[in-house]
């Protein structure tokens, strides 16, 4: 079974600080992504990430950023986290692209 | 442009057939997707359907797909408590190899 695994399932932080989110998968797959989830938005992706290194711009980029030192790692970085960033946020990872397997979430509140 | 629509909420009785509707935009779309997210927990994969195909049908699960209107259903057959959850629809963008178009998801509601 394909695991994703996210670092936290709750987090609290305050306004301006700099916020790491970690995501872990065990199944050797290539494509990595991070999506936020608001009601009635559904989910919007961030930025994805189709091998070590390598990096793309997902619909919402702005205010985040992203790291794939390790190709079972995909780190999301908030620099400067802000009110209107709190939200879920879903890491998921795919090998060919086509079926997505998440991670459990992990909800961010930004005071 | 791109996009994908279904309504926010279905609500249904315990026992009756649920079926959550979805439309998408582009006619190219080859893969389409049913993930079900059920509270507190990451999205699951339900089931899928090429585009080549009709219907697709899997034990209480059965997709149809409707080409011409681009309008993809999911029904649920015996709606269980057990069934309550977001349902979202996706399809695979055309312009890239690794990313999903998402709809806004349908939060199915079971009463007793």
């Known amino acids: 079974d394909v695991k994703v695994t996210q670092s936290s399932r709750y987090l609290v932080k305050r306004t301006g600080e700099k916020v790491f989110l970690e995501c872990v998968q065990d199944?050797?797959?290539?494509?990595m992504f991070w999506y936020r989830q608001d009601p009635g938005l559904g989910l919007r992706l961030i930025y994805f990430?189709?091998?070590?290194?390598?990096?793309e711009k997902g619909d919402i980029p702005e205010g985040y950023s992203v790291s794939r030192e390790k190709k079972e790692r995909f780190s999301l970085i908030l620099e400067s986290a802000s009110t209107n960033q709190t939200s879920m946020y879903l890491c998921?990872?795919?090998?060919?692209?086509?079926?997505?397997?998440f991670g459990p979430g992990t909800r961010l509140t930004v005071t | 442009g791109e996009d994908v629509e279904q309504s926010l909420f279905l609500s249904v009785r315990e026992g009756d057939s649920s079926v959550i509707n979805c439309t998408y935009t582009d006619s190219s779309s080859t893969y389409l997707y049913w993930y079900k997210q059920e509270p507190g927990a990451g999205l699951q994969l339900l089931t899928y359907?090429?585009?080549n195909m009709d219907m697709k049908q899997d034990q209480r699960l059965t997709v149809l797909l409707n080409k011409k209107d681009k309008h993809l259903s999911l029904r649920i057959a015996d709606t269980q408590t057990g069934d309550s959850a977001i349902y979202f629809c996706a399809e695979k963008s055309p312009d890239s190899n690794y990313q999903l178009i998402w709809g806004a998801g349908t939060k199915l509601i079971i009463k007793p």
């Open positions: 998921a990872s795919s090998l060919y692209g086509v079926e997505q397997y």
């Open positions: 990430s189709y091998d070590v290194k390598m990096k």
């Open positions: 199944m050797d797959h290539e494509n």
């Open positions: 359907i090429f585009s």
